[in-house]
């Protein structure tokens, strides 16, 4: 479902920009929210973790969330207003400084914010060390691949959006084979492929984009790869990440992943974009490139980390259910 997002939202984002303006990106979104608010509360029954003790922190939950909000305000905000300026120095030094009392908190409390149990299991810690990665290349990868349409190549909204569609469609088609794959064969391999080949999408638009439109023949095929790529990562590092979790506690260890994601992708794209206005005017394609990099060498990263981190098998191999059926709980 993110990658069928991925895949329409480009082009429908583009319609509503021609058609109605820009803002009606961000205005769209609140009727489809109502109707999932509505729908998930008639539809989706309550979990709870049985062996939770005690009620929500209610100190360490607010005091976490300003702490990774502030360091998020001085992320996102560092290239407008200058990583000089006191109030990004000083955003950043408060949630620095808050983040250990975050985590003291956690160890002493019976229902903390971040359950630090989870760590325990390197298949939780491996995927989420390598989504960070992964993230921190991801979204900045494909605002280039915008700008690169848009700014350097001159086509319009509409075009751009259409031009982005292929890879996310190829995701969406091939997640749910990929996740039974993972059931059968184990997560490893299957994410390493991914991320590779996500990498190598960036390494042909390094190679091979110039200052004049090339998209049949270099955007198009890094696409692809790069929906191949996608296909077999995104949804299998969640996948990973839960593995070996108990079901009672998924939705607290999916919630730090996805955390941890949206944080590497916040830094990723303050750091892609401070790259890419670091080159000379002269120079348009300069930017790009150093962007690229900078793409490539987190997905480098991140393939690095799952095979030198994380376990081999599948998650019944590693608790000794060699003859379990996938998807079976013994």
Same mark, same amino acid.
């Given at each position: 479902?993110?990658?069928?997002?991925?895949?329409?939202?480009?082009?429908?984002?583009?319609?509503?920009?021609?058609?109605?303006?820009?803002?009606?990106?961000?205005?769209?979104?609140?009727?489809?929210?109502?109707?999932?608010?509505?729908?998930?509360?008639?539809?989706?029954?309550?979990?709870?973790?049985?062996?939770?003790?005690?009620?929500?922190?209610?100190?360490?939950?607010?005091?976490?969330?300003?702490?990774?909000?502030?360091?998020?305000?001085?992320?996102?905000?560092?290239?407008?207003?200058?990583?000089?300026?006191?109030?990004?120095?000083?955003?950043?030094?408060?949630?620095?400084?808050?983040?250990?009392?975050?985590?003291?908190?956690?160890?002493?409390?019976?229902?903390?914010?971040?359950?630090?149990?989870?760590?325990?299991?390197?298949?939780?810690?491996?995927?989420?060390?390598?989504?960070?990665?992964?993230?921190?290349?991801?979204?900045?990868?494909?605002?280039?691949?915008?700008?690169?349409?848009?700014? #350097?190549?001159?086509?319009?909204? /509409?075009?751009? !959006?259409? $031009? &982005?569609?292929?890879?996310?469609?190829?995701?969406? *088609? @091939? =997640?749910?084979?990929?996740?039974?794959?993972?059931?059968?064969?184990?997560?490893?391999?299957?994410?390493?492929?991914?991320?590779?080949?996500?990498?190598?999408?960036?390494?042909?638009?390094?190679?091979?984009?110039?200052?004049?439109?090339?998209?049949?023949?270099?955007? #198009?095929?890094?696409?692809?790869? /790069?929906?191949? !790529?996608? $296909? &077999?990562?995104?949804?299998?590092?969640?996948?990973? *990440? @839960? =593995?070996?979790?108990?079901?009672?506690?998924?939705?607290?260890?999916?919630?730090?992943?996805?955390?941890?994601?949206?944080?590497?992708?916040?830094?990723?794209?303050?750091?892609?974009?401070?790259?890419?206005?670091?080159?000379?005017?002269?120079?348009?394609?300069?930017?790009?490139?150093?962007?690229?990099?900078?793409?490539?060498?987190?997905?480098?990263?991140?393939?690095?980390?799952?095979?030198? *981190?994380?376990?081999?098998?599948?998650?019944?191999?590693?608790?000794?259910?060699?003859?379990?059926?996938?998807?079976?709980?013994?």
């Amino acid at each position: 479902m993110g990658a069928l997002g991925a895949a329409f939202g480009p082009s429908i984002g583009a319609l509503l920009i021609e058609g109605l303006g820009w803002r009606w990106i961000f205005y769209v979104n609140l009727p489809i929210a109502a109707l999932v608010f509505a729908a998930t509360a008639r539809l989706v029954r309550e979990s709870r973790d049985e062996e939770a003790e005690g009620r929500l922190d209610v100190v360490g939950v607010p005091i976490g969330t300003l702490a990774l909000a502030l360091v998020m305000v001085a992320i996102v905000q560092g290239e407008g207003w200058g990583y000089g300026d006191y109030r990004i120095i000083v955003f950043a030094l408060l949630g620095v400084v808050l983040l250990p009392f975050v985590i003291w908190r956690s160890r002493s409390h019976p229902n903390p914010l971040l359950d630090l149990s989870l760590f325990s299991h390197r298949s939780f810690w491996a995927a989420t060390a390598s989504f960070g990665l992964y993230a921190l290349g991801f979204v900045p990868g494909f605002l280039m691949s915008s700008l690169l349409l848009q700014d #350097l190549w001159g086509l319009t909204v /509409l075009e751009a !959006g259409l $031009g &982005l569609t292929p890879g996310p469609i190829i995701a969406s *088609a @091939l =997640s749910v084979p990929i996740g039974r794959l993972a059931d059968r064969w184990g997560h490893r391999w299957l994410l390493t492929s991914g991320v590779v080949l996500c990498g190598l999408s960036y390494l042909l638009l390094l190679v091979g984009a110039g200052e004049s439109s090339a998209y049949f023949s270099v955007f #198009l095929p890094a696409n692809v790869i /790069l929906g191949i !790529g996608v $296909g &077999l990562s995104i949804a299998t590092f969640v996948s990973a *990440a @839960l =593995s070996d979790v108990p079901p009672a506690r998924f939705a607290i260890a999916n919630a730090t992943t996805r955390t941890v994601q949206q944080v590497c992708f916040a830094l990723g794209i303050a750091v892609v974009i401070a790259l890419f206005n670091s080159v000379p005017s002269g120079d348009p394609l300069g930017g790009f490139q150093r962007a690229w990099i900078w793409v490539i060498a987190t997905y480098a990263a991140s393939a690095i980390v799952i095979v030198v *981190a994380f376990p081999s098998g599948t998650a019944l191999v590693r608790r000794g259910l060699r003859g379990s059926r996938p998807g079976v709980r013994p």
